[in-house]
């Protein structure tokens, strides 16, 4: 069952993450979605959906690794 979390608490950032990359490329070709009145508000938007989604994952193996002491010394805890 924990394994069922974990996979849905990596699904739902990386739909995210998706998303932020699907309003940056439509934004390359000139196609405005419905709710972002301008071309660089929806790059914006996409943007920043991008960033939090990939953190999100970044952060979240990185401290599965943590705990397995799997990193480098540069990334252990102090």
Do not use: C, E
Not at 13 to 41: C, E, N, T, V
């Amino acid at each position: 069952m924990g394994r069922l979390i974990a996979l849905t608490m990596l699904l739902i950032p990386g739909i995210l993450a998706g998303y932020g990359i699907k309003l940056m490329r439509d934004m390359l070709f000139a196609k405005l979605q419905s709710p972002f009145p301008y071309l660089w508000m929806q790059f914006l938007s996409g943007l920043i959906f991008f960033i939090i989604g990939l953190g999100f994952i970044a952060g979240f193996v990185l401290h599965r690794d943590r705990k397995g002491n799997k990193v480098q010394d540069r990334f252990r805890k102090r």
